[in-house]
């Protein structure tokens, strides 16, 4: 098949990555509700990988194609339900990387800014060297409590691929674990 050899593998690779760490990862049918999740007008899924074990449930992965004026654009979504966010309060935090200079710069801090509705969270993951070391070497990351008729829970963005080695898949997982620790009044 000419088509299954131009596609974007992206999705494969990083289902091939988790499996390869012993997480039991699998690449789940196409058109299915998660797909939704996260999911911008400007790009378009390349598909859901259901995690079986942990706080992370599914990892929905989206791409912008490149055009004349831009690159290929990835974004990794992991999903984390949690029953306890409503509607009524919204959190988004997201990375903030400072360089050694602007732009070419070394990454030399990661903090988190945005709104936490008085959870702390952004105190929470700006004080925490392992996830600052998370931030800097997998890129760009942010936080956002979704609530709908087919979701509640959060959704963490990274936005570009990536691979997990033994201890960084581990210290990924922190992050949702803490969000699903929260004291939540939402």
Known sequence: ??????????????????????????????????????????????????????????????KKDRSQNSPPAWRYIYIIPDERISGSTKIKVKTHRKKSFPLFGKIIDTTWKGEDQGTELISLLSNDEVIKKLAKDLGNMEIESRSSETFRGWTLYIDRPHFFIEPSWLEFNSIPERLLKLPMTL
């Open 1 to 62: 098949m000419v088509r299954g050899k131009f596609r974007d593998k992206s999705r494969d690779e990083l289902a091939k990555n988790l499996d390869q760490l012993g997480v039991k990862a699998k690449m789940l049918e196409r058109k299915i509700v998660q797909e939704k999740i996260g999911n911008v007008w400007w790009m378009r899924t390349l598909g859901v990988i259901e995690i079986n074990e942990g706080p992370i449930k599914w990892i929905n992965i989206l």
